[in-house]
């Protein structure tokens, strides 16, 4: 547990950066929630036609970077975690228990979120539904960990306020930090302000088994064994009389030369203390040297996993994407696959001769089949599929207009839509579009991907996609467009 990384200062350093990264994640998203289920009334943004595949690109990115920050947190505050007596008090039991809740959300967070960009799921409940009610448990113990923990925070905010000139960390007992490394508990020592006991709490092992192991992850010698007192008389007492000393000959030598001034007396003296070696800063370099070598290591995996996993979504880091979950421009129609028709059921029904989409309005229905929709006339748009799970890729969609469509139907201006998959089951098989998606002219019934046919594991005979939308309300296999306001 002995780390001069181990300090207030380092935590607080780790909790700047996870307290970005959380908001960050909690923030884009609440942005995907509210697209999948918008409050009455809500209309999102349809410009620029990327937004949704950055914010989701971001959430992905920043929750992969919580996963090595998180681990270098709980590192660095360790001792507290394991500190002898774990509780002191109703108030720090409060406060222990807000941690416990911190640490298990924002673990189970990160580790479902992780496994959900691969599409795994060997948990026992719904990760959409679990995954946003503990966004909120994290945000909500993060703002009572802050509110507890803002003495310190404060104090040891700004790193010329945490070390000395010599790169020691400076302790400071009043804020209530339960992190003191080694060369704290010496300073504290060392201090005569310090009461005796509270710096023998700082620095003394806990007995039995826990103090072993822990003397242990220290390296820490083994208590020495209790000197032998004095002896006692019958009565119990120590005996009062004076001790006899014991003198070495070289002492007895060396002493008459001390009085005499002789020099033989410096074989026996003290060094002097510009002779001494500079403990202080020898102790500052290591210390930061070891600050910086910890540091070092945190950015390098973070950085590592975030270039190695972000070319799912970036063009530009594409050449490295590595552990990412889809590769992109590997699939049919030059784009990859998130769920095939035959996961989906629909290998009958989309491939069948009598396919038609049924467009219903207010007052008039219509009926087309794919060559009628053709015969519609199509426009071409450049938009991004972006999936919640983190990939996404600009591509080239031709297809018949939304607003035609509806134009066709006679469905007022500002008209909402609801629209059906062939899908039999599934939480998505059933999607509504806002107006602003419904009327924007880059928003279309698909037919065409990439200057081919569509293939049929990307929605064959057609599909709906729309600008800034999250690719799993851009329903694949569509059957019915309905007019809802």
């Known amino acids: 547990m002995a780390s001069p990384n181990r300090n207030a200062r380092s935590a607080v350093v780790l909790g700047r950066l996870l307290g970005i990264a959380f908001l960050v994640c909690f923030g884009t998203g ?26 989701q690109g971001l ?21 507290a975690l394991v500190q002898v007596p774990p509780v002191r008090g109703v108030l720090h039991l409060l406060e222990r228990l807000s941690i416990a809740v911190l640490v298990s959300a924002a673990i189970v967070q990160v580790g479902t979120g992780l496994l959900n960009t691969y599409q795994w799921y060997p948990f026992p409940f719904p990760f959409k539904q679990v995954h946003n009610a503990l966004a909120y448990v994290i945000i909500g113990s993060l703002i009572v960990h802050v509110a507890v923990k803002l003495r310190v925070i404060v104090r040891y905010w700004r790193a010329r306020d945490s070390y000395d000139e010599q790169g020691r960390f400076v302790p400071d007992t009043t804020v209530g930090s339960e992190l003191l490394p080694p060369s704290a508990d010496r300073e504290a020592r060392l201090d005569p302000a310090t009461p005796a006991a509270d710096t023998q709490a700082a620095t003394a092992y806990p007995r039995g088994l826990t103090g072993r192991v822990l003397r242990w992850v220290d390296g820490a010698p083994a208590p020495a064994a209790p000197a032998p ?22 002492a007895s030598l060396a002493a008459p030369g001390a009085s005499l001034g002789a020099p033989e007396a410096s074989l026996g003296a003290e060094p002097s203390r510009a ?80 396919w038609s989409l049924t467009v219903a309005g207010p007052a008039v229905s219509r009926t087309f089949s794919r060559a009628e929709l053709v015969a519609l006339g199509t426009a071409e748009a450049d938009l991004p599929i972006a999936c919640v799970e983190g990939w996404s890729q600009m591509a080239t969609w031709r297809g018949v207009r939304m607003r035609d469509l ?17 899908e039999q089951h599934g939480g998505y098989r059933v999607m509504e579009m806002g107006p602003e998606y419904a009327e924007d002219p880059t928003t279309l019934v698909a037919l065409e991907l990439n200057g081919a046919t569509l293939d049929l594991d990307h929605g064959f005979p057609a599909r709906i996609i729309a ?3 999250p690719g799993v309300l851009q329903t694949k296999w569509i059957e019915r467009i309905e007019v809802i306001a």
């Open 229 to 250: 007192g004095p002896a006692k008389s019958r009565a119990g007492r120590p005996n009062s009389g004076p001790e006899p000393r014991e003198v070495s000959p070289s």
């Open 59 to 79: 959430h992905i990115t920043a929750g992969i970077a919580i996963i090595p920050l998180l681990l270098a947190k709980l590192n660095t505050v360790m001792p």
């Open 30 to 55: 609440i942005y995907s929630h509210l697209l999948q289920q918008p409050f009455p009334g809500m209309r999102f943004p349809t410009r620029p036609v990327q937004l949704y595949q950055f914010t």
């Open 406 to 422: 509806l134009l066709a139907v006679q469905a007022e201006p500002g008209s909402r839509v609801r629209v059906t998959s062939l």
């Open 275 to 354: 002779s001494r070696p500079p403990v202080a800063a020898t102790a500052g370099r290591r210390e930061r040297i070891a600050r910086r070598g910890f540091f070092a290591g945190v950015a390098a995996a973070t950085v590592g996993v975030v270039a190695l996993t972000a070319g799912q979504s970036s063009s530009l880091a594409e050449p490295f994407n590595v552990f990412g979950a889809r590769q992109r421009h590997r699939g049919p129609n030059d784009l990859p696959v998130n769920r095939t028709a035959r996961a989906a059921g629909v290998l009958a029904t989309a491939t069948a001769a009598d």
């Open 467 to 469: 600008p800034g939308r």
